[in-house]
Structures are given as structure tokens and as C-alpha cells.
């Protein structure tokens, strides 16, 4: 802006800085203002926060919790991925205890809808506690009908060739009889190496440090049991072997319970499946060894001490959450006075959110940056 003539004298006078044309004020206004950045201090031997990949969460979560993880998941194993259709599928329904108290419901899992998944105790059962349960008489078997294909579908010479694998399941029982008859105790047990469990006690399967024993009533579901991921590179790899848990085929998971004879159960079995082969359906599926590794490590961890079920989802979270984090690189941080409890960082994990349970405070004044090597 030219500067401005004195009208009497005819000199120049200055243009004063605090009064600006309507240009200027427009052109002002346009500019967003410069804010000044806050200054980083840095604090030596932190660590970064661990994060799972997508897919690796879905899985975790699968194997703690199959009924509540949403269908689509796939094993992240491997260096390559493989498009799979991916599928979840129930089964549910009621067995009772047999004529001397003690019942069983035991899990074959397959992949295959025309093929026995279930075996359960009826009312007339003849099973004691010393009774293996394939001696047990008077039994009930169940196959799981939603699966999408039969046991034909995977023959090699067949149109199809389907193959397939199982990524997760679990059973859950509940007493559904009358309340004021409701008491006993139930065993959850899944086998430590996957293998069949067809000859095995109620009086051993008590005996063993990783049963926990469950007192009926104590919860809405009264008893869990979940599958803690393979033990074997068998059981990642896309096979026409419709029971690729147990090698020979049986049942690695069974609750055993000791009640009052003729009492009532409902069971909720939960599988989650991938399968291959000349079908349609299938979606991308994602690879990440490293995760896939710390994830299955921390799962055989629990599931040596108590049952791998959904209670124990602190403990997973925790284990994975550790192992983790013993291959991060050394980071500087402005986490500042805040400090991310483990217990809080490790269940946000599974919920996507490493900060999960911080305040907005400690959220707001976290950073992170790498060391240069």
C-alpha cells in the first residue's frame, strides 16, 4: 500500500502497521495462522507399544473366543497366503448325564458335513468315573450340517478337490435342569498334544495339574474349552484329510461332568474353517509369520497351566503382548510421566487399540521415535 500524503504540509506521512485494507484483512484470513511447535523431549529406554496385524487379531481372537469373532478368519502361517473361503459354523443342542451321574460330550473336529463331530451321553448311559468313554454305552453322535461340503467333495480324483484346514473352535456347556437340582463339577480338557482322548477317565482327567476343574453354576456358561492353535505344521496345511487335528483321526477335547444322573446340558460347539479347491467364495487371506508365532507360543503357554478358554483372555493377551515385545527395537519416547499399564496395553491388542485404557492425557503426549543404528 503507497504511503500517505499529509493534506496541509505535504509530506509523507507513514502508514500505520495496525490498520490494513479490506485486501489485506481478505488475504489474512485466507492464511492459516503458524502455530509454534511444542518442544519434544526424549526419555532413553522405553519401548515401542506392540501392535497385531488385522488378520493376526482376528486369529487370536478365534482361538480364545470362537463364538464371538466374526466370520471370515484365516491362519496368518507361512511365508505365502492363499485366497480361501472362510467359514464359521455351530452346532447345538442337549445331552444328559447317564445313569450313575457322570457324562461326556467330546469334539471330533471336522471339516466334512456328513461325518460324526459330536459324541455325547444320553439319560441311559451306562459311564462311571473309572469308564473310558469309548466303552460308555447308550451314546449320542452328532454331525455339523452347516459345513458347506461332504466327505466326497474331497476326494482327489473329484471335480472339486477341495481341501481344507480348521482354524479355531470350542464347545461351552451349560445345566439347563431345574435350579434347585443344579450342582456337580465339570472338566474341560483338550489334550496337550491334540491327541485322542477316547480311553481317558474322568478319574485321570482330574488327576491332571492343567484341568481346572469347574463348579457347575458358577457362570452363564458353566464350562468352556478351546482349541490353542496347532502343535504340528500338519495342522496349518490345506489337506482332503477331513480330521486334520488328531493324526489317525479322533477326539482331542471332551468336557467330562459329574452331576446327578438324567441332568440336562446345553452344549454350544463353534469351528471356524478355511477350504480351497475349485470353489467359489473365497477371499484374501494374509500371511505374518512373526505374529502368527507369538501368537500360538503364548496360546500352548495358558493352555499348559488351566483350560484355553475365554476367561483366560487377560493371561493370552498378556503372553502375546510379551513376545512381542522382546523383538522391538530400543526406542527414545515422550511418554513423559505416564506409564502404559501391561494389562491395559496388552488387551488392546486384540482390540486393535494399543492405548486402550489410557487417559486422553497420556494418549495426547505420546510419541515415538527410532534410534538410528
Not at 462311571?128 to 461340503?149: K, R, V
Not at 470353489?279 to 484355553?308: C, L, M, N, W, Y
Request: hydrophobic residues 35%; glycine residues 8%; contains cysteine.
Amino acid at each position: 500500500m503507497a504511503p500517505r500524503k499529509n493534506n496541509e504540509t505535504g509530506t509523507v506521512r507513514p502508514q500505520d502497521p495496525k490498520k490494513t485494507s479490506g485486501k489485506q484483512k481478505q488475504k489474512q484470513k485466507q492464511q492459516p495462522a503458524q502455530r509454534a511447535a511444542r518442544p519434544v523431549t526424549y526419555l532413553p529406554g522405553a519401548t515401542l507399544v506392540p501392535s497385531l496385524p488385522e488378520c493376526s487379531r482376528h486369529y487370536a481372537s478365534a482361538l480364545i473366543n470362537p463364538w464371538d469373532t466374526v466370520a471370515g478368519v484365516c491362519i496368518p502361517a507361512g511365508m505365502f497366503s492363499m485366497n480361501s473361503l472362510k467359514h464359521k459354523s455351530y452346532i447345538r443342542g442337549q445331552f444328559q448325564l447317564g445313569t450313575t451321574g457322570f457324562g461326556y460330550i467330546s469334539v471330533t473336529p471336522r471339516t466334512s458335513n456328513n461325518q460324526t463331530v459330536l459324541t455325547a451321553t444320553t439319560s441311559a448311559s451306562v459311564f462311571a468315573s473309572g469308564t473310558a468313554p469309548n466303552a460308555a454305552t447308550g451314546l449320542t453322535t452328532l454331525t455339523s450340517a452347516s459345513l458347506p461340503y461332504a466327505l466326497a467333495d474331497f476326494s482327489v480324483s473329484g471335480a472339486r478337490d477341495i481341501r481344507a484346514r480348521i482354524v479355531a473352535f470350542g464347545i461351552r456347556v451349560k445345566y439347563v435342569g431345574p435350579l434347585m437340582n443344579r450342582n456337580g463339577v465339570a472338566l474341560p480338557y483338550l489334550d496337550a498334544d491334540c491327541n485322542d482322548t477316547a480311553t481317558e477317565t474322568f478319574d485321570y482327567v482330574s488327576s491332571l495339574q492343567y484341568v481346572e476343574p469347574k463348579r457347575i453354576g458358577d457362570a452363564d456358561w458353566d464350562c468352556a474349552c478351546c482349541y490353542a492353535g496347532p502343535i504340528d505344521p500338519t495342522q496349518v496345511d490345506f489337506t482332503n484329510q477331513t480330521n486334520p487335528i488328531v493324526s489317525g483321526g479322533g477326539a482331542p477335547m471332551m468336557i467330562l461332568i459329574k452331576g446327578v444322573a438324567g441332568d440336562t446340558y446345553e452344549f454350544d460347539y463353534c469351528q471356524h474353517s478355511e477350504y480351497i479347491g475349485n470353489i467359489g467364495g473365497r477371499t484374501k487371506s494374509h500371511s505374518d509369520p512373526s505374529s502368527f508365532a507369538a501368537v500360538t507360543s503364548a496360546a500352548q503357554e495358558v493352555v499348559a497351566d488351566r483350560a484355553f478358554e475365554p476367561s483366560k483372555m487377560k493371561s493370552f493377551a498378556e503372553k502375546i503382548y510379551t513376545k512381542l515385545s522382546e523383538n522391538l527395537p530400543k526406542v527414545v519416547s515422550t511418554v513423559g510421566k505416564y506409564a502404559i499399564p501391561i494389562g491395559a496395553a496388552a488387551l488392546g491388542l486384540l482390540s486393535g487399540n494399543p492405548y486402550v485404557g489410557l487417559s486422553a492425557q497420556a494418549i495426547g503426549q505420546s510419541s515415538v521415535k527410532m534410534l538410528t543404528h
